[in-house]
């Protein structure tokens, strides 16, 4: 029994090592449920929460239904995501924005 013991702390311990230094010592990617996201009117990033996502669009500080999630490509640009691209167009044409910061024909954000 004493064996069997000493066999998982030399098996176990080793491992707990690798992920604690993983965990400490691991990338500096955004948190998991957060997701950026561009006011398509001023052009602003920001990482929102997934707790603090109630919709998309999401309204913005002056309560403009603006803000949309972002993908970045390889390139480095940012995009609207493929799923929101719609509700987008739907809202350019229906003139909800006087001014864009995405190019409403391959939805990049202009910076």
Known sequence: MRNALKYAALILGPI????SLVLVLGDDSPVPGSRQF???VT???MRLDKDEIIGIPMPDSEGR??????DETDDGSLVISNRYRNG???????GYYEELKVDPST???QQ
């Open 16 to 19: 707990a090592l690798i992920v």
């Open 38 to 40: 561009v006011n398509v």
């Open 43 to 45: 052009g602003d990033l």
């Open 65 to 70: 239904w603006a803000l949309f999630p972002v």
């Open 88 to 94: 987008l167009q739907q809202r350019i044409e229906r």
């Open 107 to 109: 939805y990049v954000v």
